[in-house]
């Protein structure tokens, strides 16, 4: 059974940092894309960063230069770096696993950024 489940979401001031982890198990991990996505509500999930098998990273334009995803396939866990975190940053942020066409999602994270 395949599981992402991510952890590091809570409430933080503005101009903080938190590190989101997500811990997959039930896939060859090394073999998935990863990826962050975001969601808040009455909107569909977007994605934040994404990290492919080879760890070439891909970003959100509103996030590059404050986020940084970063894979460790021996411990089968994909973070995300948030600094420099925004009250527009605030979401549920998901855990994304694809490879050919299967996609898995975990269920999510909750950031809140707010003094």
């Known amino acids: 059974q395949v599981q992402l489940v991510e952890s590091g979401g809570g409430l933080v001031q503005p101009g903080g940092s938190l590190r989101l982890s997500c811990a997959a198990s039930?896939?060859?991990?090394?073999?998935?894309?990863m990826g962050w996505y975001l969601q808040t509500p009455g909107k569909q999930r977007e994605l934040v960063a994404g990290i492919t098998i080879g760890g070439s990273t891909n970003y959100a334009d509103s996030v590059k230069g404050r986020f940084t995803i970063s894979r460790d396939n021996s411990a089968r866990t994909v973070y995300l770096q948030m600094n420099m975190l925004k009250p527009e940053d605030t979401a549920v942020y998901y855990c994304n696993a694809r490879y050919k066409g299967m996609a898995y999602w975990g269920k999510g994270t909750l950031v809140t950024v707010s003094s």
């Open positions: 039930g896939i060859i991990f090394r073999d998935y894309v």
